[in-house]
């Protein structure tokens, strides 16, 4: 594909939470492209739950931040994305190449988007770009699993069973767990056989941990992938077996979270988090596990949307539903 010669082109932003608006902006020109950036014409984005926040008008420390939030930022708030190569100033990046991975300024709803080239890798260009987009949050998910350490025989409970969630329990149980627990609101049952969950529980988190009323029914390792509250990191305290590991995956919406020390020192816990780092390693890291779990190409993504109906997409998302576990929004 030739590098666009129109001076601009299409991009989604929100003009107001829960909000978005198509606008006409300039087009990133190739010969302004910094060392290591890559100019993408997207193809496919990933509804994250990460972004969620961001459309109900949350802060984000955007560079184009307007008064605390990034309204009419053109293409926020969206990061994982997959397109084709259209210039580069990063060597591992060639013109005409997929990649998938992070737009690194969260601004993939657009019809062309300058992204970090360490946050991209490229992957085969016959699976669907609404597909692919899956690799990104897979990866972020193996990085994660790998700050766990060995985790052979252990029981493990992840609570949310959303898209991340159900990634954490088929990657967590082809890690060596022994029992995956699958904790959530809605009733997963349909997909825990695609994604290795040995028990599924349809219950808000804190009913749950009430219930585990002897030792041996406590989970040596949780991962709290809801996010977006305080409330199940608590839970996830109250689960945890003694000497457990604690993972909080994901961008936190408060800036302070309540920990219950006295729980932390008594049960001897480990509470974890942290954001990927080695983003091309992991990435490639994830095209491998996709290739060597290709049963996970067809399960992940449950629902596609057209570009045109974002507002949609994204309505979509912040009401999860059974049945419906990655949103995908093809820009083709």
Known sequence: MSIPRENTMWAYALTAPFQFQRFQVPTPEAAELRDGE??????????????????????FPHPKDRGGWAANVPGFPMHEVAGEVLASRHPAHEVGSAVVGWAS??????????????????????????TAVMIQPLACVL??????????????????QGPIGLLFSHVLKQRGAAHVIGV????????????????TVTAAADRWAA?????????????????????????????????????YFGIPDDVTY??????????????????????RRVLSDAVGYLSENPDLIDTYV????????VQAAFDAAISPKQGQLKIAIDMA
């Open 211 to 247: 219930e585990l009323v002897t030792e041996a029914s406590r989970p040596n390792v949780i991962v709290e992938a809801v996010g977006h509250q305080i409330s199940t990191l608590r839970s996830c305290m109250d689960a945890a077996a003694f000497g457990g590991q604690i993972f």
């Open 302 to 309: 449950t629902d596609v949307f057209p570009v045109s109906d």
């Open 258 to 279: 309540p920990v219950e020390m006295m729980t932390l020192l008594r049960k001897n816990l480990t509470l974890r988090s942290g954001f990927t780092i080695e983003r």
């Open 184 to 199: 959530d609101r809605i009733d997963r049952s349909g997909a825990a056989k695609a994604f290795l969950v040995d028990e």
């Open 105 to 130: 300024g969260f601004d993939g709803i657009a019809e062309f988007v300058v992204s970090d080239g360490d946050g991209l890798f490229a992957y085969d260009a016959s699976l669907p770009a609404t």
């Open 38 to 59: 890559v100019l993408l014409a997207a193809r496919a984005g990933g509804v994250c739950g990460s972004d969620l926040p961001n459309f109900r008008g949350a802060r």
């Open 143 to 160: 990085y994660a699993a790998e700050q766990l350490g060995n985790i052979d025989g252990a029981t493990v409970a992840v609570i949310g």
